[in-house]
């Protein structure tokens, strides 16, 4: 299974937000969309991603006064991208290696989709149920 054919069934849908947002309104986002990270795009280019994870941390280092600083104070800048052409399997053993969860994937740096641990799992799953029905058929008709 690779990344483009994941895409391809969930959607290239992207919640993005600016670097001038607040860490207040993108907690207000990530909470209407019911989603655990946002890109950071400056033009169209991608400058970092804000976890659920960065705006904990941003408020247990500086309490209520984080929520109306910029996201980019909090976000992860060295973001961690995917290709479409990556496997499945690759991508669950960077996420789990780096200990992340959600991968932007980019094509000569434009920004494609995103991917969660979520969606690689699930996925995951389905390729694993279809390799022990294939194997059923085969011991069944053997």
């Known amino acids: 299974m690779l990344v483009s054919q994941i895409l391809k069934a969930k959607g290239d849908l992207v919640f993005t937000v600016g670097p001038a947002e607040t860490v207040g309104a993108v907690c207000a986002l990530l909470h ?16 970092g991603i804000v976890s659920e994870r960065d705006l904990v941390r941003a408020l247990a280092e500086e309490g209520a006064g984080a929520l109306s ?35 932007p994937v980019c094509v000569q740096d434009r920004l494609v989709g995103i991917v969660s641990i979520g969606d690689l799992v699930k996925w995951k799953i389905t390729e694993v149920e279809a390799e022990a029905d294939n194997l059923k058929a085969y011991i069944a008709t053997g």
């Open 32 to 47: 209407s969309r019911r989603v655990g990270a946002m890109v950071v795009l400056d033009s169209d280019r991608v400058v």
């Open 69 to 103: 600083k910029p996201v980019t104070s909090f976000m992860t800048h060295d973001v961690i991208f995917a290709e479409p052409s990556e496997s499945l399997d690759s991508l669950l053993t960077r996420m789990t290696d780096r200990r992340i969860r959600h991968l």
